[in-house]
Nanobody, 126 residues
Framework: QVQLVESGGGLVQAGGSLGLSCAAS????????????RGWFRQAPGKEREFVAA????????VYADSVKGRFTISRDNAKNTVYLQMNSLKPEDTAVYYC???????????????WGQGTQVTVSS
């Protein structure tokens, strides 16, 4: 497994932008394999954790939830072992704790991800 640490959450007005970062540590082969795919999930109070976006190791394949498509962009810098989530045109319904996760496969189900960060709060005011 790898260790993941998110940063960049905060409070923003509707229509604004916010960027999240997720730094990974772990230099074993197993940690390399387990972080081949990096994803973002979010969980609002009283709701289940939901998929937001994911990206494979090369950055050539990305997947987005329909609710964020066209507004959010996931990217990664492998030299820095960091994944980013740029969030534009934010809406109040984007308010949630955002979690970074790592997986050996490109998927959208939480059970496919083997490592998780501690989460960072994003609040969008109307």
């Amino acid at each position: 497994q790898v260790q993941l640490v998110e940063s960049g959450g905060g409070l923003v007005q509707a229509g604004g932008s916010l960027g999240l970062s997720c730094a990974a540590s772990g230099r074993t082969f197993s940690s390399y394999v387990s972080s081949y795919v990096r994803g973002w999930f979010r969980q609002a109070p009283g709701k289940e954790r939901e998929f937001v976006a994911a990206i494979n190791r090369s950055g050539g394949s990305t997947v987005y939830a329909d609710s964020v498509k066209g507004r959010f962009t996931i990217s990664r810098d492998n030299a820095k072992n960091t994944v980013y989530l740029q969030m534009n045109s934010l809406k109040p319904e984007d308010t949630a704790v955002y979690y970074c996760a790592a997986s050996p496969v490109l998927g959208s189900r939480p059970e496919e991800y083997t490592s998780w960060g501690q989460g960072t709060q994003v609040t969008v005011s109307s």
